[in-house]
């Protein structure tokens, strides 16, 4: 039987089961926390009004709170289902059109960022004199807390009358470049000392040099840190958008979901944002694998 | 004049017929180390005619791969001349005199076998047609055809390494430079290679420079041997192995072979001895 498999049947072993099974956990988890947190609201209103309350009555108030301190996972399934199918897509209030903005600005910005990260890479490994005087920078570029940094970009960029999806997208690329610069330094010079000392009895240019063997080698590097550059330019895009007075994106319904304590609505948007990044990321991942199996890697 | 003009035509023409490939004069190369300088070639002479087909053996540590990577343009030399073609070896690189043979086969993975033998061919610029034709007969004259589409590690090691000899072999060079290519296969198979190896270089005339640490290998390959000792690295005897053209397998039982084998090994021990004295 076990030899004779399905893809599908594999599947469910190798990812379906042992994912499932932590989620299920964590949801068991996340509603005794819900009960905890919410249950000093209920034991309040009770001595308010000088009443006591029964434990099954407790049980079933702290899952349907208004605004509760930590609203359980139905409510918060329940919000993202209203916000998502209910409304059209246009609506203000729609979590497909505020997911749609963060997207647009996040998958730029990655563009951009990845674009540019390649790009520094290239030169680093081709120049000692950018090795040196840029590195340092690059890794500097990451320790100012893009949290001050944000504001600032919009602020400047303002003044200058680039609005709108630029700006956001900007800052998602100031984070995302990073991964992949340090990543594609590596991967472009992973080729072995051999496959480098080939290359010279052949004869060959810099750009041979680099097409034929330094590109192609750095592909899993590069996989791999487009990976963690998508993720971290989400967190870019939310983070732009929080300076831009919370007018649309993921960032603006958390924002707006803090003014007015709408807990519900908060986690309705941090759960559509780690979404989101899940799928983008494995969407790398099967490019990645596609790629890699092209290129003869041994499954 | 016309005279003069003709003598050097005549000498020229003399010369191509038994020309020197390599040749080697008084050259040194000292490595620049943290624990200082390493006398890696120390004084080396070395002559290598058109056809030969050359060992260099000794024990690790005696400069043979560096010798190899000297001719090759990989390393330079520290005092000392050179010429390969009757061209410094970093014109004869650039010119493509030479295929290189490393200890591992150092395919690219990410391409298949014929994409491998492919890739001196594109570097050279060399037209698709003529590419594809280069790789089947290539691929033939290492008994490889039918796994072009394999990508390496589908391959055994000995076949892989029989696809790095004819990557080195698909641009046609005169001479051809193996570093101890067969080191890391098993006798059986390093047997068998050996006999593929002679019939090849009997089929191309090639010059064939090789690097190893086996005598019963050096001897049966090689017209000549080049027995080298270390610290500081240097040719401690050259021994002509005249064996003939036809060498079969159990030529190595024979008492000609066993002599040179025998004459092999004391110019190692005798190369040995003087590191043990000053040790």
């Known amino acids: 039987m076990t030899e004779a498999r399905g893809p599908i049947v594999q599947f469910c072993f190798d990812r379906v089961i042992p994912v499932g099974t932590i989620l299920l956990v964590i949801i068991a988890l996340w509603y005794v926390f819900s009960v905890v947190l919410n249950a000093p609201f209920e034991r309040d209103q009770a001595a308010r009004a000088g009443t006591t309350i029964a434990t099954s009555q407790l049980l079933h108030n702290t899952m349907w709170q208004e605004r509760p301190v930590l609203p359980a996972p139905h409510q918060v399934a329940e919000e993202i289902r209203k916000t998502v199918f209910d409304l059209r897509p246009t609506s203000k209030r729609s979590l497909v059109y505020h997911g749609a903005v963060t997207l647009s600005s996040t998958l730029l910005g990655f563009v951009l960022g990845t674009l540019l990260g390649i790009l520094l890479a290239v030169a680093i490994v081709h120049s000692r004199t950018l090795d040196k005087s840029l590195m340092p920078w690059i890794i500097t570029s990451q320790t100012v807390p893009i949290l001050a940094i944000a504001p600032m970009i919009i602020v400047v960029l303002n003044a200058v009358n680039i609005t709108g999806l630029l700006p956001k997208a900007i800052i998602s690329t100031y984070l995302s470049f990073f991964p992949v610069a340090v990543g594609m330094v590596k991967g472009l010079r992973s080729p072995e000392i051999m496959h480098l000392d080939l290359m010279r009895t052949y004869n060959a240019s810099r750009s041979q040099i680099f097409w034929k063997l330094r590109w192609p080698a750095s592909m899993p590097y590069l996989f791999t840190s487009m990976k963690i550059a998508v993720a971290i330019s989400l967190v870019g895009a939310i983070v732009g958008e929080l300076p831009t007075g919370a007018v649309a994106g993921i960032g603006a319904r958390l924002l707006a979901g803090s003014y007015y304590g709408q807990t519900v609505q908060i986690w309705a948007a941090l759960i559509a944002a780690a979404l989101m990044a899940a799928v983008l990321v494995s969407l790398i991942g099967i490019v990645g694998s596609l790629v890699n199996r092209r290129m003869g890697v041994r499954s | ?279």
Not at chain 2, 131 to 158: C, D, H, M, T, Y
């Open chain 2, 1 to 279: 004049m016309a005279v003069v003009a003709l003598q050097q035509k005549t000498r020229a023409a003399a010369d191509l017929a038994r020309r020197n490939v390599i040749e080697v004069k008084d050259l040194s190369l000292v490595f620049q180390t943290s624990d200082g300088p390493v006398n890696a070639l120390s004084n080396i002479d070395l002559e290598v005619e058109a056809g030969e087909f050359v060992s260099f053996i000794g024990p690790s540590g005696c400069g043979k791969t560096t010798l190899l990577r000297v001719i090759a343009d990989l390393e330079q030399p520290t005092s000392g001349a050179i010429t390969v073609n009757g061209m410094s070896p970093s014109e004869a690189r650039e010119k493509r005199a030479y295929g290189y043979v490393f200890q591992a086969a150092a395919l690219y993975p990410w391409r298949t076998i014929s994409g491998n033998i492919s890739l001196p061919l594109e570097v050279m610029g060399i037209s698709k047609e003529e590419r594809r034709q280069r790789i089947a007969r290539n691929l033939e004259l290492v008994n490889l055809s039918g796994f072009e589409k394999k990508f390496p590690w589908q391959l055994s090691g000995g076949m892989q390494q029989r696809a790095s000899i004819a990557r080195a072999l698909s641009f046609d060079p005169d001479l051809l430079l193996m570093d101890e290519p067969f080191g890391a296969l098993d006798e059986i198979v390093r047997d068998h290679l050996n006999e593929q190896l002679l019939k090849l270089w009997a089929k191309t005339q090639k010059t064939v420079i090789f690097v190893t640490h086996s005598i019963p290998e050096a001897v049966f390959l090689s017209t000549k041997i080049v027995v080298m000792s270390p610290r500081p690295g240097r040719i401690h005897e050259i021994i002509d192995c005249d064996l003939g053209a036809e060498r079969p397998l159990d030529i190595r039982e024979t008492p000609k072979f066993l002599e040179i084998a025998h004459r092999v090994r004391e110019g190692l021990r005798h190369g040995h001895s003087y590191d043990e004295v000053h040790a």
